[in-house]
């Protein structure tokens, strides 16, 4: 399994029957092609769409139906369709209950920074300010550490925050990790890797109380 | 009151220097054939309002590649590249706001108001000091309405008095835009004569529009983007 590949097959598990949940920009979209077909979950696309659903085949793909990376969708029975200050009263109002989110750094506290890498890459806020700050429930889904092996996961971010004190568990490529009062508490790890390897490659100090991955 | 007008009259009402929110997010929703004919037509210090930058070559990323526009309110390029490099090259002025803030700021203008008050963002490097608002115990921060000289709209369906049905996801930010703009420019591929839809059904009444521009086809534009299939 690709590192991508372990994130997204590990992810999948959050969600819970019954949920409504937002999948943002990058991995957490493609969570959706992970699920059971019949698994009763509502995606919501912060583009105005309750019920966003897998790719349809080619023929009969709909050019007029995204999802917020700009992904052909399908719509599930009992989908709506709205605009967009009835999908973010959805998402201010606190009506979901997951939402996945990509992340250039996220800490020990569990403040998230992803949307501006000052005068590199600043893709912008997009809707991730309020799904960070709303939502009952963020996880993030990160690789362990960034192109050139450096830590993603931090003590403090050092980029300008998305929202403060937001992130309740982080899937990485290596490890399931849950924010608490304490810090980061690996709970799974996704790979054989010791310890002292994992810590290794976080910024932020680790407690340990895992179950090994199975092989 | 009949608003069809040639894509060339509607467009050519657009003054260089005009403030232009443009409905869409991504593809779906994005007015092609207006955007298009602005490129034709030329003007220039434009200020756009817009959910993204399209891709580049298509859509408002034409305007912007063209040096028409001098100013992008948006609330994520991040599919963009291009826009992005010109962004950190100081040749355009990129202002990012949340995208619910950017909805409801624009939404609160077509409702006729002049701002709300929101905790959204309010601890991030976005807001400013003078941006807070202490009230009865409370500090909210202040969103101030966003209006425009234009907007323009892609409808799925138009009748000429300027009643409009959007389809798929391209209703996103179009009917907060069509209120909140003092001029509204529509596209449609399928325009009718009044009474062709079910009343409760209209998504924007036609008192917000003032010109509708049928379309003989879609063209390219409006179809897949290969790179968004999934293999």
Redesign the interface.
């Known amino acids: 399994m690709s590192a991508a590949e372990r994130i997204l097959s590990r992810a999948v598990n959050e969600i819970t029957s019954g949920s409504i949940v937002n999948l943002g ?1 990058g991995l957490p979209t493609q969570v959706i ?1 992970y699920l059971p077909d019949d698994f009763d979950v509502q995606i919501h ?5 309750l019920g966003a659903w897998k ?1 349809s085949a ?1 023929e009969a ?6 999802d ?5 969708v399908s719509l599930r029975e009992g989908a709506s ?5 009835v ?3 959805i ?2 109002r606190a009506r979901l209950d997951l939402t996945m989110i990509g992340a250039f750094e996220v800490d020990a506290h569990g403040n998230l920074a992803n ?1 501006k890498i000052p ?12 799904l960070a ?1 709303k939502t009952k429930r963020i996880v993030v889904l990160t690789t362990h550490t960034d192109k050139q092996g450096r830590p993603k996961i931090l003590k403090n971010c050092r980029l ?5 004190t937001c992130v309740n568990r982080i899937i990485s490529d290596l490890a399931v990790m849950d924010v608490t009062a304490q810090g980061l508490v690996v709970r799974e790890k996704l790979v054989q890797i010791s310890d002292a390897d994992l810590q290794a490659q976080t910024e932020a100090e680790l407690t340990f109380a895992t179950r090994e991955a199975e092989s | 009151m009949k608003k069809n007008q040639t894509l060339e009259k509607a467009i050519a009402a657009i003054p260089s220097g005009a403030v232009v929110m443009v409905g869409g ?5 994005t007015p092609f054939s207006l955007i298009n004919e602005l490129v034709r037509q030329g003007q220039t210090d434009l200020t756009l309002i817009k ?1 993204d930058a399209n ?1 580049s070559g298509h859509g408002v990323s034409r305007l912007i590649e063209n040096g028409q526009v001098r100013k992008l309110i ?6 963009n590249k291009r826009v ?1 490099d010109l ?2 090259q100081g040749v355009i002025e ?1 202002q ?9 700021k ?2 609160t203008a077509g409702a006729g108001s002049f701002g709300f008050l929101t ?3 309010i ?4 807001t400013r000091p003078e941006d807070l608002l202490d009230w009865q115990g409370q500090t909210y921060k202040v969103e101030m309405a966003l209006s425009a000289d234009y907007a323009l709209i892609h409808a ?1 369906q138009a009748d000429w008095l300027g009643n409009l049905l959007y ?10 835009m069509a209120m909140a703009a003092n001029h509204v420019i529509v596209e449609t591929p399928d325009l009718g004569a009044p009474g062709r839809f079910k009343p409760e059904q209209v998504h924007t009444p036609g008192a917000f529009i003032d010109s509708v521009v049928p379309l003989e086809s879609l063209t390219s534009d ?4 290969e790179h ?3 293999r």
């Open positions: 920009i092609h696309s912060e583009n105005g769409i790719q080619p793909m709909d050019p007029f139906l995204i917020a990376a700009g992904a052909y369709l709205f605009d967009s200050a999908s973010f009263a998402i201010r949307w005068g590199k890459f600043s893709p912008g806020i997009g809707g991730a300010m309020e700050q300008p925050l998305t929202a403060q | 997010f991504g593809n779906p929703g959910n891709e948006t609330t994520h390029i991040g599919l992005i962004m950190n990129i990012f706001h949340p995208q619910g803030m950017l909805a409801e624009i939404r905790d959204i963002g601890d991030s490097e976005i799925a389809r798929g996801s391209a209703i996103n930010f179009s009917p907060l409006y179809g897949i983007l968004h299939v999934r």
